[in-house]
């Protein structure tokens, strides 16, 4: 049976840490540290995993940064980064710096699930439109929420990765025929602009 929830109910809004300079750039150590920017990285479309900056525990407790657990739901949460409405899910436990805001799931919502929830999602809308808009943790957790069984959550992600997988495929073969096109296209032009062999 579904029931209608806040967010904040069966999730949790929570916001990113400062990162300061001297942290940044390390690559050997082992706790990814998120910045809105890792968002565009190549393979960083759905999932994340490539990170530009590695902490290890004794950073973060100098930081007094906090480490966020896999599944975690993450989105830009301040300025015009917000507009570009990029959600993503952490594969491992991370941190993030605090232009990030995530959501962490409980055990009522798959992770999976609270992701398709989330492209659905307009963050301009949750913020407060100032001309540097910004996202609160408690407008987050405000957002009414249906909440289906476990089993149901199961069986929605399936039937829309199977339909976004046909739809994809789709745009790939109508991409494929554009480039054929486009290649003809100028096929033609070169064979007609090209100059004549006959005097």
Same mark, same amino acid.
């Given at each position: *049976?579904?029931?209608?929830?806040?967010?904040?109910?069966?999730?949790?809004?929570?916001?990113?840490?400062?990162? +300061?300079?001297?942290?940044?750039?390390?690559?050997?150590? %082992?706790?990814?540290?998120?910045?809105?920017? %890792?968002?565009?990285?190549?393979?960083?479309?759905?999932? *994340?995993?490539?990170?530009? =900056?590695?902490?290890?525990?004794?950073?973060?407790?100098? *930081?007094?940064a906090k480490l966020h657990p896999a599944g975690t739901i993450i989105f830009p949460k301040i300025g015009g980064a917000i507009s570009t409405n990029k959600k993503?899910? $952490?594969?491992? #436990?991370?941190?993030? %710096?605090? =232009?990030? *805001?995530?959501?962490v799931p409980s055990n009522k919502i798959l992770p999976e699930y609270l992701y398709k929830f989330f492209l659905n999602i307009d963050l301009y809308e949750l913020?407060?439109?100032?001309?540097?808009?910004?996202?609160?943790?408690?407008?987050?957790? #405000?957002?009414?929420?249906? $909440?289906? +069984?476990?089993?149901?959550? !199961?069986?929605?992600?399936?039937? $829309?990765?199977?339909?976004?997988?046909?739809? #994809?495929?789709?745009?790939?073969?109508? =991409?494929?025929?554009?480039?054929?096109?486009?290649?003809?296209?100028?096929?033609?032009?070169?064979? !007609?602009?090209?100059?004549? #062999?006959?005097?």
């Open positions: *049976m579904r029931k209608t929830v806040k967010l904040g109910e069966i999730a949790k809004a929570v916001g990113g840490n400062g990162f +300061p300079k001297k942290y940044q750039g390390y690559k050997n150590k %082992d706790i990814p540290f998120f910045k809105v920017s %890792d968002m565009n990285t190549d393979g960083n479309e759905k999932f *994340m995993l490539k990170s530009n =900056n590695f902490v290890d525990v004794n950073d973060l407790k100098e *930081m007094k993503r899910i $952490l594969t491992k #436990d991370a941190a993030f %710096d605090n =232009n990030v *805001m995530g959501v913020s407060n439109k100032a001309a540097l808009p910004s996202i609160k943790n408690g407008t987050v957790n #405000d957002i009414d929420f249906v $909440l289906p +069984p476990l089993a149901e959550q !199961e069986r929605i992600v399936a039937k $829309l990765d199977a339909a976004f997988a046909k739809i #994809d495929g789709t745009i790939e073969g109508s =991409n494929k025929k554009i480039n054929e096109l486009i290649s003809l296209k100028s096929a033609i032009l070169k064979q !007609e602009l090209q100059p004549s #062999d006959v005097a």
